[in-house]
Each structure stands twice: as C-alpha cells, then as structure tokens.
C-alpha cells in the first residue's frame, strides 16, 4: 500500500516491504541535514544537498522521505532527544524553567530551529517525550489538560521567539535602537517613555527569560477557565 503523504512522517512504514534492501535509515539522513543546516542555514537543506553529503542520488532519498517538509519534521523532532528530563521535583515553574533554559541551549545550538519551532512546529517520538515530561511535571496542578498543552507549546514558541532575537540581534543594532529610544524620550512627545529611561530601578533585568516565561506560563495554567 502507498504511503500517504497528508499523515505524518511517523506513521508512515520507514522501509517500503517491496523492493531493494535499505541502504540509508531516517535517522541517518536526518543527522546529515543537521549538519548542513548547523554549518550552512536552513536554506541549504534541499534533498540534492542532502544526498550529496550521504554520496548518493537524490532521487534514492525519497524510499525514505517523500518531501523537504518531512525531513524538516524528522529535524525538529530528533533536536528533542538532546533533552534531559530528571523526575519532576514537585515545583512545577522551576522544572519547566528547567525545560525552557535546556530548550534555550538546544535552540543556540541549531540556529535555524526557532524558525521551524515557530512555522512548523512537529511532534514526533521524541517531541512526544518531551509533551509527556510536562504533563508529568504538571501531573498535580489543577488546570484542566487543555491548558497544559497549552503551557508546553507556549514554553517551545516563547523560547524559540527568545532565540531567534539572540540569533539575529547585533550590538550594534541594539545601540541604535537604544540611542532612537533615548531621542524619543528627550523629545517631549512620550512621557510613558520618557519615565522608562527615568525609573532604573524598573527597568527590565538584563536577561527577562526566566521572568517572561513564568509570568506567561502562570497567565496559562493560573487563570480561571472562561465560560
């Protein structure tokens, strides 16, 4: 039987049960894309590339992924077996911190991630770990199941977010940004900002993940349910 190509790549039989023996597994070619992608960007991941790293013909490829939106998934998907996933020690906000700061070091690691966590987030084998892990750190809070996926995709969408500024943002384009700012607020024509630059002692710490996060996920799991 054909696979079909509107299921995910995961419930699709990774060896045809006709034809030559496989040379190649998913796994195998997903670390090649990963290391073009880690060494050149997103956009050097086409199946031509792919092959010619594993030294072979594009069209042998597709026995075992039927298009770049598959191998892209299979990417997303292998970056959460670099996870680590301790018992939950029973403090829900700091284990997914927890998750969030691992997810934060995985996102450095593999620049072209965010974007893909972002515009194509996929849940495979090992996404699944991960989904599993944070309803068992959650396992006792009481927000209902809906709200607790809710929190897992707004952990990996908020620290994709974060990264991808990281990735992208310069020093310099930051001072220019901060020299505007400071034009804006002597200018007379925004006290709201003028009082930001006049009140240091609110400003926002010097690295806001922690606290943005925690704010956003107890704004998810916290907040009574509307009728």
Do not use: C
């Amino acid at each position: 039987m054909a696979a079909r190509e509107d299921e995910v790549i995961w419930l699709r039989p990774e060896q045809a049960p006709v034809g030559r023996p496989a040379e190649r597994s998913r796994a195998e070619i997903t670390a090649a894309a990963m290391e073009l992608a880690d060494r050149e960007g997103l956009e050097a991941v086409t199946m031509r590339r792919v092959a010619s790293v594993l030294g072979t013909g594009a069209a042998s490829l597709y026995r075992y992924v039927a298009t770049r939106d598959d191998l892209l998934d299979l990417m997303t998907d292998s970056t959460a077996a670099e996870y680590r996933l301790p018992a939950p020690t029973g403090d829900w906000e700091a284990d997914l911190l927890a998750v969030a700061d691992q997810a934060r070091r995985i996102m450095r690691g593999h620049p072209w991630l965010p974007a893909l966590v972002i515009s194509r987030p996929a849940l495979g084998p090992h996404g699944a770990d991960l989904l599993e892990h944070v309803l068992d750190v959650l396992a006792e809070h009481p927000a209902d199941a809906g709200r607790k996926v809710q929190a897992f995709a707004l952990l990996g969408g908020l620290t994709a977010l974060f990264v991808q500024n990281e990735v992208t943002a310069t020093a310099a384009g930051a001072a220019r940004q901060a020299a505007y700012l400071h034009h804006v607020a002597v200018a007379g024509h925004h006290p709201r900002i003028a009082g930001l630059s006049a009140s240091p002692a609110d400003r926002a710490p010097s690295d806001p993940f922690h606290t943005v996060l925690s704010r956003a996920l107890a704004g998810v799991l916290d907040r009574p349910s509307t009728p």
